[in-house]
């Protein structure tokens, strides 16, 4: 409901191109609806039918968006507040400012915002429903199957009061993804890195230099704000990246990707490497193009916090303690170093926020047989959130929540239970899994509580319980010997699916999903039961056989993939997590080449699933 008693339907990350009104700058999304009122009062007539508010650019010139039509709406690229007309009345109070229609006067220096076109500057192509649901959200959920949840696209559901099977109908390979890289960086000299005892610079593992130390602020990703805007500086020399990994998902508007090793080189040529400039054990970039949609390989672009100078040396993502950071710099060369690697999808927290549990590796290289060992030294907290052009940052909440001899809780991913708020709520709780010889391990918490370790509860087979499984734990829910796996709840089919590679090596993703004996619904759904934790369900009744979902190409050398996984909510609407069909895949696929190649060490590949 506006100032003017004006009845809206609040929507988030939902675009529609084109139907522009004027761009504004305003400083909330009460006063891009204000505008809307003001814009109506002036027609004399409804002709703002969309307020759509962007808060990462509150210091650009536009950040208020008035459309004339919800004609084709699309996913948006970037966090979107916003509203949708709903009820028939015109404005006719006079009470709104007379500046409610003008640009603001707060001083602001343009980063490179958006400016005004023909076609809408939030978002690119998707599949997205025409219209938009104004049926209210109760306790007792809706009359229709389509919802506005707190957070993302629409949401379809299918009706009926029985699961259906899922079944995989074409896949479409796209091919490996491109890196981007920005072209600024942020000029911030680091702080000196402490002088480490040489007790401390003996090869092995040492716990303290993970858990005795502050984190480093040499480490992690920088903001573009009103402090570091001033030292933005060209980035002259364009990278090359050579990364591992690629896990990732759906935060705040944008697609995410995750990556462990790094390496950065100067650029190659396909006849000539290039040089060695840094290596980090963790970076992030987001999809820039959305090409996926269109079957096309994906381009990413890492942010401007990213890079630690113009030659294009970076920061981990992940931030290192001082201890750890300082390890590594001076045992560089002879094969030792502490690393954090994040392997898993993002576990959804909020609105805004995803988290990750990673694991802390200890790598100990002979730097003459290149024979490596790499050892689990616990598991650390990282909480994600994309603030603006910096890029995704981590923030690590926990240096070490799980240790070296215990279950690798949330490693291979999780599932976040929302509550009756909705998706994007702050109830229900998050789900993590343990992956272990022989089957999948299960724990669970409270969103407000995932820094606090004692707070976990775990399935024992029969209850849950206070006490933490030994690590030949048989309480699974399911068996199976899992390399890497997703599990999400699926509104077309009204039951959860589980997306893996095995340890077997054979290059094929496959499926399961659970054989409930109803449907299931989330408690904010039509139908839904607000009182249920509906992904306690995946403990209740049997996983079926698996399935075949897709067969992936090996990678150059012929050797097997890995680190694949589900991209959940890339198809905004169409994603098979919002009811839609479709799903994007993606792998690490090693050539074997060198990582300072033209074609580098991995490649990061994507594919398009569609499900009947």
């Not at 593992?205 to 040499?218: M, V």
């Not at 198809?571 to 009811?579: A, K, L, R, V």
């Amino acid at each position: 409901m506006s100032n003017l008693s004006i009845e809206y339907q609040v929507i988030c990350d939902v675009d529609f191109p084109d139907n522009d009104h004027p761009f504004l700058l305003v400083d909330s999304l009460d006063s891009c609806v204000q505008a809307c009122d003001a814009f109506n009062i002036k027609a004399g007539s409804n002709e703002c039918l969309v307020a759509l508010f962007v808060p990462s650019r509150l210091l650009g010139s536009d950040d208020c968006y008035l459309k004339s039509s919800v004609n084709h709406s699309t996913v948006a690229t970037v966090g979107i507040e916003g509203v949708v007309l709903v009820t028939s009345k015109t404005p006719t109070s006079t009470s709104i400012s007379p500046t409610a229609l003008t640009k603001s006067t707060i001083p602001v220096k343009d980063l490179g915002a958006p400016s005004a076109s023909t076609t809408s500057p939030l978002s690119t192509r998707s599949s997205l429903p025409t219209s938009i649901s104004t049926t209210s959200i109760t306790s007792s959920g809706v009359s229709s199957n389509t919802v506005v949840a707190n957070s993302g696209p629409l949401v379809d559901y299918a009706s009926g009061n029985t699961l259906i099977i899922p079944k995989v109908a074409s896949s479409q390979l796209h091919g490996s993804i491109q890196n981007v890289p920005s072209t600024q960086y942020i000029d911030v000299k680091p702080p000196p890195l402490l002088d480490l005892s040489d007790s401390l610079l003996v090869v092995g593992l040492n716990g303290d230099l993970t858990t005795g130390y502050d984190i480093s602020l040499g480490t992690g990703v920088l903001q573009v704000n009103r402090s570091t805007q001033s030292l933005l500086t060209p980035l002259n020399n364009t990278p090359h990246l050579s990364r591992d990994g690629g896990r990732g998902g759906h935060l705040n508007g944008q697609h995410l990707f995750l990556f462990c090793d790094t390496g950065s080189y100067t650029t190659p040529t396909p006849d000539d490497n290039g040089d060695f400039l840094g290596f980090v054990s963790s970076s992030a970039a987001v999809d820039t193009g959305m090409n996926g949609l269109e079957g096309k390989p994906l381009n990413i672009q890492d942010g401007i916090g990213v890079w630690s100078d113009d030659a294009g040396r970076m920061r981990s993502f992940a931030p290192l303690t001082e201890g750890e950071q300082s390890y590594n710099q001076a045992m560089q060369g002879k094969g030792q170093r502490y690393a954090i690697w994040p392997e898993a999808s993002i576990i959804p927290l909020d609105a805004d926020t995803a988290i990750v549990y990673a694991p802390i590796i200890y790598a100990n290289v002979n730097m003459d047989t290149k024979a490596a060992v790499f050892s689990y030294t616990g598991s650390t907290l990282l909480s994600i959130t994309i603030p603006g052009k910096g890029g995704p940052v981590a923030e690590r909440v926990v240096k070490k929540i799980f240790e070296e001899d215990e279950i690798e809780w949330g490693c291979s991913g999780g599932i976040r239970s929302w509550g009756p708020s909705g998706i994007g709520g702050t109830d229900g709780k998050v789900y993590v899994i343990g992956n272990v010889r022989g089957g999948l391990l299960l724990g669970r918490t409270s969103p407000q509580e995932i820094a606090d370790r004692d707070s976990y509860e775990y399935w024992d087979g029969d209850n849950w319980s206070s006490v933490i499984p030994s690590l030949s734990s048989k309480a699974f829910f399911i068996s199976g010997a899992f390399m890497d796996v997703d599990i999400f709840y699926s509104p077309r089919h009204l039951t959860f699916i589980a997306v893996f590679l095995t340890t077997y090596g054979d290059n094929t993703f496959y499926y399961r999903y659970l054989e409930a004996d109803m449907s299931i619904r989330p408690p904010y759904a039509p139908g839904g039961n607000v009182a249920d934790d509906f992904v306690a369900n995946i403990l209740k009744f049997k996983w079926s056989d698996e399935m075949l979902l897709y067969k992936a190409p090996p990678g150059l050398n012929g050797k097997y993939i890995y680190s694949g996984g589900v991209h959940q909510g890339y198809y905004g609407s169409d994603d098979i997590t919002n009811g839609g069909s479709k799903m994007l895949l993606s792998w690490t696929a090693p050539t074997g080449l060198n990582p300072a190649a033209f074609t580098s060490e991995y490649e990061t590949v994507t594919a398009e699933v569609e499900w009947d």
